[in-house]
Each structure stands twice: as structure tokens, then as C-alpha cells.
């Protein structure tokens, strides 16, 4: 359990690291004073670590920030320039100081305690319930009966930051459909980043200012390719759902990205590279590609590799 101690120590931590985010996104316009915050923050990420910081990787980083042609450092440049200012600060202290800093070193001293691994980052599925019929879907299989209630929820995640995890990812089902509870739960664990798989059907206007009140959600929105390919899995109107959602997640500055499950049938569709180009003007800046079938791996690596558009992306076996 987190002593008394602890708790005021991170406290203090939580509002030094809150104090420097806000000075860096006052001075977003002047890129000395955002470079000099960036190895402000690195410095202070150094102190946190002590005698267990590697100086070595330290100064790696800080040499990318200080290098503008440096495709991460333009990454994060981009992201923090589209986002909503209190989605950016939440995101950078939350996956920032809490997730990445913090976390970590706690997770790492809990292997060590317990003798256990311990991840990252924590999954669960809210719901198996859905309010669509995508074929060959696997939550279809379970139907919509299987439920967390809000307080076993609240317990993964009390539970899971005692042991240093700062980061959830919901799946389902489609998690939306527990709308109030999830923001429920983000509101009471507001130190914590919460990312939702979600089929956009659900996000309306009132839903995206209550995110960009709490600020620490993030989405990946199923899409699987054109218009035809996409809708042939998941029903007539979803892509239409899912532009919606894209269109008010860029008009509030909310941080998304992409899930998308990859067939036979639509695999030409989402390896097109205008299709990547496209998600990435729409706004997504990370995505998942999910694997269910035993198609060319390597053909998705290669793109991957060779995306310049501002996407970052993650492969899934579920084979």
C-alpha cells in the first residue's frame, strides 16, 4: 500500500511535472522556449530516476529534441499542436509522468517485490454487450450479457495503480455502451490515461466535450478501408459513423487513432497508401492493425516502415 509519505511526495512531483507543461503549452508559438521545456522535462525525468537513470539514453533524447528534423520530435510537435490544451496537458502528465516516469519504476520495483511480472498497461472489456453485428466479430459469440459492474472496474484500476500501472485500454463489446460509467470512471482515476476502442457510432457532440473536460481519453476507431470494404463487414452507415467521429474528435482537439482488422476480403483497402494518407488527414496520429487471419505480416511491416504521414502504428496477432 502507498504510504502517507509517498502520497505527498507524488503529490509534490505530479505538480512540478504540471507546472512545466503548462508553461510549455503557454509558449507553443516560440519553438526555443518548447525545446527548452522539453529538456526541462528531461532533466527533471532524470532526477526522478536518481542513481537508476540511464544518463546515457537521457542525453539521446535530449539530443533529439534538440534536433527539429527529428521525426519523433515532429511527431509529438504535431500531436501537441492539434490537441485540445487541457487533452495535452492530461495526455503529458498522465502517459507522460505518471505512466512513463513514475509508473515504470514502480512497476519495475514490484517485479522485484513480488516476484511477478507486472504490465504496462491494463486491458478489460467493460461489457460484452454491442450495439452492432460486424460478421465474424468474436464478441457476436458471447452476446450482451457479461458485464463489469463500475466498482469491479474501479478496483482493476485502484488496484493497478498500487502495483505502478497508469494506463487502460478498453475493448468489448463496444465499451461506449457503459457511456456513463466510463466517464465515471475517468473523472474519479483522472491520473490515469484511458484509451477506448470504439466503433464510433455512440461519439456525439455533448460526448466530446465531456472528454475534453476530463482529458484523459484516448480513442482508436474501427475502420476497415473504403466506403464499400468497410461496410461490408460492419453494416451499411458505419464509415459515415465513423467520419462523423473523426470530423468532431479534430473540431475538439481529442487525441485518436485507427483499430482496424484486416481480411481477405479488404486487405488491397487498408494497404492502400492513399487510404493511410486519408486516416492520417482526418486526424488519426496512431493506429492498430489486427490480424485474424494468416495473410503477408511482412506486407504490413513494410508499410508500416514506410508511412510518413504522421502515423504510428502497432500490429496485433489474434491468429
Not at 528531461?42 to 521525426?71: C, H, I, M, S, Y
Not at 507522460?96 to 472489456?125: Q, S, V
Amino acid at each position: 500500500m502507498t504510504t502517507f509519505v509517498e502520497k505527498v511526495s507524488h503529490k509534490a512531483q505530479r505538480q512540478a511535472f504540471s507546472i512545466l507543461i503548462d508553461r510549455f503549452l503557454k509558449h507553443l508559438d516560440k519553438s526555443e522556449n518548447r525545446t527548452a521545456t522539453y529538456l526541462k522535462l528531461v532533466d527533471e525525468a532524470g532526477k526522478f530516476w536518481g542513481d537508476g537513470a540511464d544518463k546515457e539514453k537521457l542525453e539521446l533524447v535530449k539530443k533529439a529534441f534538440q534536433d527539429p528534423t527529428n521525426r519523433w520530435v515532429k511527431f509529438l510537435n504535431r500531436v501537441v499542436d492539434e490537441t485540445n490544451p487541457h487533452v495535452a496537458k492530461m495526455m503529458m502528465l498522465n502517459l507522460g509522468y505518471e505512466a512513463f516516469f513514475r509508473g515504470t519504476k514502480m512497476i519495475r520495483a514490484n517485479r522485484e517485490k513480488y516476484h511477478c511480472n507486472i504490465p504496462w498497461l491494463i486491458l478489460f472489456d467493460p461489457t460484452s454487450a454491442c450495439n452492432m453485428h460486424c460478421e465474424g466479430c468474436w464478441s457476436g459469440t458471447y452476446g450482451p450479457k457479461h458485464n463489469l459492474s463500475f466498482e469491479d472496474m474501479d478496483k482493476i484500476v485502484t488496484q493497478g495503480k498500487e502495483l505502478g500501472v497508469y494506463l487502460y485500454m478498453m475493448t468489448g463489446g463496444e465499451p461506449l455502451v457503459r457511456k456513463k460509467d466510463v466517464l465515471r470512471l475517468a473523472e474519479k482515476h483522472n491520473d490515469v490515461e484511458f484509451s477506448i476502442f470504439d466503433n464510433s457510432t455512440l461519439i456525439d457532440e455533448d460526448f466530446c466535450k465531456e472528454v475534453v473536460r476530463l482529458g484523459n481519453i484516448t480513442f482508436q476507431l474501427s475502420i476497415e478501408g473504403t466506403p464499400e470494404t468497410n461496410d461490408a463487414r460492419r453494416g451499411i452507415g458505419h464509415y459515415d459513423a465513423v467520419m462523423k467521429a473523426m470530423d468532431l474528435f479534430k473540431k475538439y482537439g481529442i487525441v485518436y487513432g485507427t483499430s482496424i482488422c484486416y481480411t481477405r476480403n479488404n486487405i488491397e483497402a487498408v494497404t492502400d497508401p492513399k487510404f493511410i494518407e486519408f486516416i492520417a488527414e482526418k486526424g488519426a496520429r496512431f493506429g492498430f492493425f489486427s490480424i485474424t487471419c494468416r495473410l503477408e505480416i511482412m506486407l504490413f511491416l513494410n508499410l508500416c516502415l514506410q508511412s510518413s504521414r504522421g502515423v504510428k502504428w502497432w500490429i496485433r496477432l489474434d491468429t
